[in-house]
């Protein structure tokens, strides 16, 4: 597995202070970001999922930990639209130049609003997808919204 990806690359240009995690990562597993916070041994809320979503049928990012499930209006208003939903897989791969379950919200094709959910703000670091299956970042959840300039809200 590369440790370098588009995401570890784009941090690097950013300057933000990161450290690399690899766990064996599950293809069958359902819930895939809980099952990278067990691999890892990790609090599952301080390991974030990035989804990709549609508001107002634009394209959109959201972080949460692993552990929650998004709310869709919550988030739709967020972003000042009136509704949201899940994006298609294969629309997520071509928007993001990543595999589903190594989707990260760094270094994606095409720059979209991102919204972190408040509660990713209560550790000091947190892991997100690093661009592979199987490889996580882990870092200042504030350097994270700094650098993909985010929205911090509740959206779950």
Not at 56 to 67: G, Q
Not at 118 to 143: C, I, T, Y
């Amino acid at each position: 597995m590369s440790k370098t990806t588009r995401a570890t690359q784009a941090l690097q240009q950013a300057g933000v202070s990161f450290t690399v995690h690899t766990y064996e990562y599950d293809p069958h597993a359902e819930r895939i970001g809980l099952q990278a916070a067990e691999a890892m041994g990790a609090d599952p809320s301080s390991v974030l999922k990035t989804l990709m979503v549609l508001v107002d049928d634009k394209p959109a990012c959201v972080i949460l930990p692993s552990d929650q499930e998004v709310n869709l209006k919550k988030l739709a208003a967020a972003l000042g639209g009136k509704a949201a939903q899940m994006m298609k897989p294969a629309d997520a791969e071509r928007i993001t130049g990543y595999h589903v379950g190594g989707i990260s919200p760094f270094g994606q094709k095409k720059r979209v609003p991102t919204v972190l959910e408040q509660s990713g703000l209560a550790h000091a670091e947190v892991f997100m997808n690093g661009g592979q299956r199987g490889l996580q970042v882990k870092l200042d959840p504030r350097a994270a919204v700094s650098m993909l300039d985010a929205k911090v809200a509740a959206v779950i």
